[in-house]
């Protein structure tokens, strides 16, 4: 494959650390950058699968099981939560999908709520 150069507008804090990642300059906490793509242009980002595995790992070290999560998913202990603009969207548009989603929540879960202080 052969490498090709693009230019892309991004915000100056983004331009600062892709240039000082392309010169090579130590990270803030003193350690090497990592290359973005490896020596043949691909690129160095975690796959999903990779991702998924990790998470799996993880959840079965703190004991989660596959049992457990279907008590759960089962339980009326799935819990939601909306921003505003769902919430309008669900009441003014029956038809939409954060009305779903809400009917969803109703039908499956508790729905909580962030009040003010």
Known sequence: MAAETITIQVDGEAARALQSRAAGRPKED?????PLV??????????LE???DDLSTK???RGLTPEILQSLLKKRSLRFVFDT????????CDDSTSRRAFDHAMDRGTI????PA
Not at 85 to 92: F, G, K, M, Q, Y
């Open 30 to 34: 003193g350690s090497a950058p990592e």
């Open 38 to 47: 490896d020596g043949r242009g691909h690129s160095r980002a975690r796959s």
């Open 50 to 52: 990779r991702n998924d």
């Open 59 to 61: 959840a079965r070290r």
């Open 85 to 92: 603009n769902a919430l309008i969207s669900a009441a003014l």
């Open 112 to 115: 909580l709520l962030s009040l």
